[in-house]
């Protein structure tokens, strides 16, 4: 005789998403070598971080391209972002090495409408940036889906993209072509975004 009070089967059952660990999400230096094919590239210690960081040299809505603490929003539960840098030997007029680099970082936040809220706040900035027309901020912005910002410039592309929880960046300066390097960066981190 069955208990009015039994279990539903466990097909009934509502399975909680599992956790999505900001860690888990960055992509290691020998995956962005292949990926970038550009064997120069080194961990930047500086830009390993677990918390955004804040910068002010840039007019209002354009704080949104450099600073990660407004790209990001507030909110967040977990924040992760590296970057792989290097130099090549094709120096500029003047002597100057070229610097070439991968940056990607990752929020998670509470649930997917929080980081679609935040994508939301970042497009609405991002917009109005390019309305000032800085010199300093002269980029593309484009939206290739709902869920994907793309910025692009000569010689560096820039994405932004919400899977679930989770608000992905990916940049790439200097490393041809740029775009497929970081809609790679971007696929990877996506793909390991199980839902």
């Known amino acids: ?38 064997e120069g590239l080194q961990p930047y210690s500086y830009a390993d971080r677990h918390h955004p960081l804040a910068s002010i040299n840039a007019p209002g809505p354009c704080q949104a391209v450099g600073s990660s603490n407004i790209t990001f929003t507030s909110g967040w539960k977990e924040y992760r972002a590296v970057t792989y840098s290097g130099t090549t030997d094709d120096l500029r007029p003047g002597g100057i090495a070229p610097i070439n680099e991968v940056s990607h970082a990752v929020a998670i936040y509470p649930d997917s409408g929080a980081a679609r809220g935040a994508l939301a706040q970042l497009e609405s900035r991002l917009n109005q940036c390019a309305s000032l027309h800085d010199n300093a901020y002269d980029f593309a912005l484009s939206k290739p889906d709902p869920m994907t910002l793309r910025l692009g410039s000569a010689g560096w ?39």
Do not use: W
Not at 24 to 33: Q, W
Not at 163 to 168: D, E, N, R, T
């Open 1 to 38: 005789m069955m208990s009015a009070c039994a279990d539903p089967p466990l097909d009934d059952r509502a399975v909680p998403p599992e956790h999505i660990f900001a860690d888990s999400l960055i992509v290691s230096i020998e995956d962005v070598r292949h990926i970038a094919n550009f």
């Open 157 to 195: 592309s820039h994405f932004y993209r919400t899977k679930a929880s989770v608000l992905m960046s990916v940049g790439v300066l200097g490393i041809e072509p740029t775009e497929q390097v970081a809609t790679a960066v971007l696929q990877t981190i996506t793909d390991r975004i199980k839902t």
